[in-house]
């Protein structure tokens, strides 16, 4: 019999699967003690809803997240290598649990307001201030920019979750090569002091484009 953490982690993995697959609304306990070969029942030990179950889903990813990056962001790391490292290992979690990242700001609105879904919110919050955080340090000391620092972060976060939409493992880059890509096209891009290569940003764009279009055409 699987220890409660082992069940845990099945009951997780297995519904994330079929909210990927179905979106909040068209899936079911059913077919997730389906998936998961569990008795209703059994499931209803662990969970007594599927709104609590998809709650528990997004908990979980949003620990992994803060968990994952805040090594780094809390590291004595010059903010312009801990945005870079941030955003490399934020982009390998990513792709390494896919099926967690689910459209979260669209399926919450079919969850009712509850203190969780709010608890959840600041979650993410949190994870979000990390990076805003980094951005502003790095401002403050002529490292980057004096951009919009909600915006630039919106950007970055957005374009990092956005990526379980195009990403395939038959594609040619690794995780880590993938991550590496976007960290050193953001990393560059708001960089206050000029790059040693004038040709480097230009370099970088049109690495990532004809990534892109590589990628695209490999689904």
Request: charged share 25%; with cysteine; glycine share 4%.
């Amino acid at each position: 019999m699987m220890a409660d953490h082992d069940t845990w982690q099945v009951i997780l993995d297995g519904a994330s699967q079929v909210f990927t697959e179905r979106g909040y609304k068209g899936a079911t306990l059913d077919e997730i003690t389906s998936r998961i070969k569990m008795t209703k029942g059994a499931l209803y030990h662990y969970v007594s809803s599927k709104e609590e179950l998809w709650l528990k889903c997004h908990m979980y990813t949003l620990d992994k997240a803060i968990n994952n990056v805040r090594p780094i962001y809390e590291s004595s790391l010059s903010p312009d290598v801990k945005l870079y490292e941030m955003i490399k290992a934020h982009i390998q979690e990513i792709i390494g649990s896919a099926t967690y990242y689910t459209n979260y700001r669209f399926e919450k609105n079919f969850i009712p307001q509850s203190p969780t879904l709010q608890n959840l919110s600041h979650r993410r919050d949190e994870f979000e201030q990390f990076f805003s955080s980094v951005i502003k340090e790095g401002i403050e000391l002529n490292i980057f920019y004096p951009v919009d620092i909600k915006f630039a972060k919106l950007a970055l976060i957005g374009c990092m979750n956005y990526i379980t939409n195009w990403y395939t493992p038959e594609g040619e880059l690794t995780p880590l090569e993938i991550a590496e890509k976007v960290a050193k096209f953001f990393y560059t891009g708001i960089l206050s002091r000029p790059a040693r290569n004038d040709s480097l940003l230009v370099n970088l764009v049109e690495s990532i484009s004809d990534f892109m279009e590589k990628e695209r055409l490999s689904r």
